[in-house]
Each structure stands twice: as C-alpha cells, then as structure tokens.
C-alpha cells in the first residue's frame, strides 16, 4: 500500500493483479500466462496460490499457458491446441494416458514421449527395423488388424515406461530392444539415460542406483502395456482410427 508500483517484485504485482481481478467478483476470470516471466521458485509458489483461490471462491477460471506442467497440476479440463485448432478436450489423467495423436502425446509430459518408427507385422508384433516388438494391449492388435498393412507406424512409449531391470528383461525378451547409451543426467531422485536405438533417439527415466558410461550398449525393456501407436502420416492415434 505504501509503495509505488515499480518498487513491488515480480510476484507481489501478480498478486495485486489478480486481486484487482477477483474483488469485481467475476463469473469468469480469465489468465493469459501470468506466471511467465517468474523465476521457478516464485512459478511455483503462485501455482500453488491461485489453486487454492481457485477451490475457495469457485469461479471458473479459463487458464492458458505453454507449460503443460501448469496445465496438468491446475486444470479439470484441458484444451490441448496446435495452430489455433483444438486436438483434444480432456481431463489431464486422460489426455496423459490416452492422447488423440502425435502432437498431444508429445506435448503432454516432461521429459515428452519416446517415438519409435516401426510396422505392423500382420501377426501381432511390431517391426522396428527387424526387431519384432510385443503388441501388449489386445485393443491394439485388434485395431491394427482391421488397418492397411503396410501402413507407416510411430510407437510412442514414456520415459518412466522404459526399463533396465534385469528381472523384466529376463521374463520379457519379446519386449526388449537394444540402445547405446549417449548421455547420463543424474538428478539425485531419479536418472534419465538419454539412448540411440534404431537411430532414433530415446530417453528414459531410470532408479538414481543404476550406474551407465556413456557408449555402453544396453538392453532396454518396453512395457508394452502402456505402449501407445500412431498412425504415422496423420499422428492419429490407431485406437480412434475407423
């Protein structure tokens, strides 16, 4: 109250913004980026506050961002939009586990989805250069079954859905692939190896226990359960194709 306007910090001016905003008591309240030009810790700290409002007054809020780490923590409902055309409507848990295309699944999630070019074999593997791959979810090999065989295919599998457990790969060799070790980035909690398999580059999210060099070539186990399949030309999803 007794200063002026350029003496407040970046977070204290968002915060009278948005106080400006609410004591009209709006119906609807709209937020075009406002946490962009905030440093991470004060980001989530705001974050944090405008959930809180957003329970406590029960307005609607329309909220649009370029960080999908904002969308998936405070939205119900997620519009997911490429060159002003909507993709996908969605609840944040779907639009992760079940995305319409290429451009969602890759949007949705941090690090992004790992995409795999490959074919479908006419019997219930996928071809990924030779390498016969697992199809894990029947609804998969169902809807592949009744599409063009030679259709050109993009697997997309997540970083956290990549394995180097030696059980899995042992019980599982039908959904393993090879890959050369590029990069490793330790994060204390977690690693992520950053791997060329198939000349495609690949990333996955590994316990902090397991030691790699890089250039050590690896096995790589795919749970093929949660293995997602695109049409390569359109980037629709194979399940919503007719």
Sequence with gaps: EGRMTNQLSGGQQQRVALAR???????????DEPLSNLDAKLRTAMRTEIIK????????FVYVTHDQTEAMTMGD???????????QVDTPENLYNSPCNLFVAGFIGSPGMNF?????????????????LKIGRSEQLIALKNTDADRQL?????????????DFI?????SCIEAQVDVVEP?????????????????????????????????????????????????INILTLN
């Design 77 to 87: 409902r997620i519009v997911v939009m490429k060159d002003g055309i909507v993709q």
């Design 154 to 166: 993009t697997l997309g599998i997540r970083p956290e859905d990549l394995t180097i457990d030696s």
């Design 187 to 235: 994060l204390g909690s977690e690693t992520f190896l950053y791997l060329d398999s198939f000349s495609t580059k690949l990333i996955a999210r590994v316990s902090p226990d397991m030691k790699y060099e890089q250039g050590q070539t690896i096995k790589l186990g795919l749970n093929t359960a949660k293995q997602h399949i695109f049409d390569s030309s359109s980037g």
């Design 170 to 174: 042992k019980k599982n060799p039908d």
């Design 53 to 60: 409002l957003h329970k406590r007054l029960e307005t609607t």
């Design 116 to 132: 795999i070019p490959c074919r479908f074999d006419g019997k219930g593997s996928l071809d990924i250069s030779g390498v016969k």
């Design 21 to 31: 905003a609410l004591v009209i008591e709006p119906s609807v309240l709209l937020f």
